[in-house]
C-alpha cells in the first residue's frame, strides 16, 4: 500500500537549519517532491528527487533520500521567517500519474 | 510559460445548492489535471484526475464530479452541497509525460452554511 508521513510541526530560530522528515512506504516509489504552501495559497514545488539518487542540493535545500529506509528529508539551511509555511512530501509511483501527499510539516521560524 | 487558474477564489453556499468551480491552464497542451480538497487537518484529499478531454477518474466516492469539455478546463461541480463539502479545493496540472511534478493554482476556498 501507499502511505506517505510526516511529523506535524516544527519549530526552529530565525538563522538554524530545519530538517522536516518524511516517511513512506511503497519501495517502487520512483520521485519524490517537497512542496511548500503558505497561508491561504496553493502548493509550490520546491524541489524532487529521483529515487536512484541519495542526495540533491538546490542553494539553501538539501534533500537526503534513504531508499533502504524509506526516509526522506528536507533540510533548509539559515531559515528565515519567510520560510514559515506548511511543507507536504509527496511520492509518485512507478507507472501511475498521480502523487500521494503527507499530511504536512508546519514550520514555524521565530525572530 | 505556464499558468493556472481557478474561480472563484472564495465562495459561500448554502447546504443543498449546487456548485462550480473552475479550473483552466494556460501555455501546455493535452495537461493531466487534477482536483484535490484541502480540509482542516491539512492533508490534500485527490478528488479527481483527468488525462484527455471527457476522462476522469474519480479516486473517492462523494457527491462532487467532475468534468473536462476542453483541453485545458476542468470543471467540479455538485448538485447539492453538503456541510462537509466546505474545504479549500485546488486544481493541479502536470505535463502529459516527464516528471509528472504537479503545479498548482491558487485555490477555492468554499464554505458551506
Redesign the interface.
Same mark, same amino acid.
Given at each position: 500500500g501507499e502511505d506517505v508521513e510526516q511529523s506535524l510541526f516544527l519549530s526552529v530560530r530565525e538563522g538554524d537549519s530545519s530538517v522536516i522528515n518524511c516517511t513512506y512506504t511503497d519501495s517502487s516509489s520512483t &520521485?519524490l &517532491?517537497w &512542496?511548500k504552501q503558505e497561508p491561504?495559497?496553493?502548493?509550490?514545488?520546491l524541489t &524532487?528527487i529521483f529515487s536512484n539518487m541519495d542526495m540533491k542540493q538546490d542553494q539553501r535545500l538539501t534533500v537526503l533520500l534513504n531508499k533502504k529506509d524509506k526516509h526522506l528529508s528536507l533540510r533548509i539551511a539559515d531559515t528565515q521567517t519567510g520560510d514559515s509555511a506548511?511543507y507536504?512530501c509527496a511520492e509518485?509511483l512507478s507507472g501511475y500519474?498521480?502523487?500521494t501527499?503527507?499530511?504536512?510539516t508546519?514550520l514555524l521560524v521565530s525572530p | 510559460s505556464q499558468t493556472i487558474h481557478q474561480w472563484p477564489a472564495t465562495l459561500v453556499q448554502p447546504v443543498g445548492s449546487p456548485l462550480s468551480l473552475e479550473c483552466t491552464v494556460e501555455g501546455t497542451s493535452n495537461p493531466n489535471l487534477y482536483w484535490y480538497r484541502q480540509a482542516a487537518g491539512r492533508g490534500l484529499q485527490l478528488l479527481f484526475y483527468s488525462v484527455g478531454i471527457g476522462q476522469i477518474s474519480s479516486e473517492v466516492p462523494q457527491n462532487l464530479s467532475a468534468s473536462r469539455p476542453q483541453d485545458r478546463q476542468f470543471i467540479l461541480s455538485s448538485k447539492k452541497l453538503l456541510l462537509s463539502d466546505s474545504g479549500f479545493y485546488l486544481c493541479a496540472w502536470s505535463a502529459y509525460r516527464g516528471l509528472n511534478e504537479q503545479y498548482f493554482g491558487p485555490g477555492t476556498r468554499l464554505t458551506v452554511t
Amino acid at each position: 500500500g501507499e502511505d506517505v508521513e510526516q511529523s506535524l510541526f516544527l519549530s526552529v530560530r530565525e538563522g538554524d537549519s530545519s530538517v522536516i522528515n518524511c516517511t513512506y512506504t511503497d519501495s517502487s516509489s520512483t &520521485y519524490l &517532491y517537497w &512542496y511548500k504552501q503558505e497561508p491561504g495559497a496553493g502548493l509550490q514545488l520546491l524541489t &524532487y528527487i529521483f529515487s536512484n539518487m541519495d542526495m540533491k542540493q538546490d542553494q539553501r535545500l538539501t534533500v537526503l533520500l534513504n531508499k533502504k529506509d524509506k526516509h526522506l528529508s528536507l533540510r533548509i539551511a539559515d531559515t528565515q521567517t519567510g520560510d514559515s509555511a506548511i511543507y507536504f512530501c509527496a511520492e509518485r509511483l512507478s507507472g501511475y500519474s498521480t502523487l500521494t501527499f503527507g499530511k504536512g510539516t508546519m514550520l514555524l521560524v521565530s525572530p | 510559460s505556464q499558468t493556472i487558474h481557478q474561480w472563484p477564489a472564495t465562495l459561500v453556499q448554502p447546504v443543498g445548492s449546487p456548485l462550480s468551480l473552475e479550473c483552466t491552464v494556460e501555455g501546455t497542451s493535452n495537461p493531466n489535471l487534477y482536483w484535490y480538497r484541502q480540509a482542516a487537518g491539512r492533508g490534500l484529499q485527490l478528488l479527481f484526475y483527468s488525462v484527455g478531454i471527457g476522462q476522469i477518474s474519480s479516486e473517492v466516492p462523494q457527491n462532487l464530479s467532475a468534468s473536462r469539455p476542453q483541453d485545458r478546463q476542468f470543471i467540479l461541480s455538485s448538485k447539492k452541497l453538503l456541510l462537509s463539502d466546505s474545504g479549500f479545493y485546488l486544481c493541479a496540472w502536470s505535463a502529459y509525460r516527464g516528471l509528472n511534478e504537479q503545479y498548482f493554482g491558487p485555490g477555492t476556498r468554499l464554505t458551506v452554511t
